[in-house]
């Protein structure tokens, strides 16, 4: 399954690269993407696990950015 989130608060293009590395590295996920430009993040990850891994990249988000919100 392949899905676009907005992003809100992303105020860093550093930060929007370490946490589409972290993200990259969710178990499950096929790829991923972090825009800064256009404050989007895609997640291409497994249908059955798909809900876990997105819960995860939130966190890996609120960890290097506490701001930043993935809106579902």
Do not use: H, W, Y
Not at 23 to 31: E, L, Q
């Amino acid at each position: 399954m392949r899905k676009a989130f907005k992003l809100q608060d992303l105020d860093c293009a550093n930060c929007a690269a370490k946490m589409e590395n972290g993200i990259k590295n969710i178990d499950g996920v096929k790829s991923a993407t972090v825009s800064f430009m256009t404050q989007k993040l895609v997640i291409e990850a497994d249908d059955d696990r798909f809900d876990a891994v997105l819960d995860e990249a939130e966190r890996v988000c609120r960890k290097i950015e506490p701001d930043c919100v993935i809106l579902r």
